[in-house]
């Protein structure tokens, strides 16, 4: 792989960690929220809802880890071979 390549993959893992940390910020602030909800607010449709999300974050930041990995493995391929 040539320098340029490594390079725009390299520009793409910063925008997959950044959005890694954005992603987790926005889970910590909905798992906060709703550990904060009184009881009975978390006990219905509201906490379900934030359960809801809280799921869904917890899916898509699994996923990007794994585009993550995928994208740190690709690089250590292209490097042992030049």
């Avoid at 340029?4 to 390299?10: A, F, M, N």
């Avoid at 219905?44 to 917890?58: F, H, Y």
């Avoid at 990007?64 to 292209?78: P, Q, R, T």
Wanted: a negative charge.
């Amino acid at each position: 792989m040539n320098k340029k390549r490594l390079t725009e993959i390299g520009k793409v893992q910063n925008d997959v960690q950044a959005a890694l940390d954005t992603l987790q910020g926005i889970l910590d602030e909905e798992q906060d929220a709703k550990d904060n909800m009184p009881e009975g607010l978390q006990n219905g449709p509201s906490g379900e809802r934030s359960d809801a999300v809280i799921d869904n974050l917890n899916s898509a930041i699994s996923e990007i880890e794994s585009a993550k990995d995928s994208l740190e493995n690709a690089v250590s391929c292209m490097e042992s071979v030049e």
